[in-house]
């Protein structure tokens, strides 16, 4: 068995037809806390290590949006990894197909794109230090 090269699910994010009326929506009947961006992050603490601080954002996009590629994939869920690079490394070795822009870095952390077995686009995310 492999060692996990994903550490846990760092979002969920969803096409919509209007993302503010639906986050509302969600923030009404749900109680989502909606931040300004139009999404919201769930505060998570790792169980072996209870100090370690984690979260996992939820956020629908403009059915438009070209963010999960292009075509028609309606989702694309977003994989926390602990090294970008190694697991990057490790799939290019196995031939998974990864976006050729490489690893876009940000206040956010480091994200990268890669597709699954059936083609749907996969976002891996290295939080920054402390996230």
Same mark, same amino acid.
């Given at each position: 068995?492999? *060692? %996990?090269?994903?550490?846990? =699910?760092?979002? $969920?994010?969803?096409?919509?037809?209007? %993302?503010? *009326? =639906?986050?509302?929506?969600?923030?009404? @009947?749900?109680? =989502?806390?909606?931040?300004? &961006?139009?999404?919201?992050?769930? %505060?998570?603490?790792?169980?072996?290590? +209870?100090?370690?601080?984690?979260?996992?954002? &939820?956020?629908?996009? +403009?059915? !438009?949006?070209?963010?999960?590629?292009?075509?028609?994939? /309606? @989702?694309?869920?977003?994989?926390?990894? %602990? !090294?970008?690079?190694?697991?990057?490394?490790?799939?290019? #070795?196995? *031939?998974?197909?990864?976006?050729?822009?490489?690893?876009? #870095?940000?206040?956010? /952390?480091?994200?990268?794109? $890669? *597709? !699954?077995?059936?083609?749907?686009?996969?976002? =891996?995310?290295? +939080? +920054?230090?402390?996230?």
């Amino acid at each position: 068995m492999k *060692k %996990a090269r994903v550490t846990g =699910l760092g979002g $969920i994010f969803f096409k919509v037809k209007n %993302a503010t *009326k =639906l986050a509302a929506w969600y923030q009404k @009947h749900l109680g =989502l806390p909606i931040e300004p &961006w139009g999404g919201c992050s769930f %505060a998570w603490r790792e169980a072996k290590n +209870p100090k370690k601080k984690g979260t996992t954002v &939820w956020s629908p996009f +403009p059915r !438009d949006t070209e963010y999960f590629g292009k075509g028609q994939q /309606g @989702h694309m869920i977003n994989y926390r990894v %602990a !090294d970008l690079k190694k697991v990057l490394a490790a799939l290019k #070795k196995e *031939k998974v197909w990864i976006d050729p822009k490489g690893i876009e #870095k940000s206040e956010y /952390g480091q994200f990268a794109w $890669i *597709k !699954d077995g059936e083609g749907n686009r996969i976002e =891996l995310w290295q +939080p +920054p230090k402390g996230c």
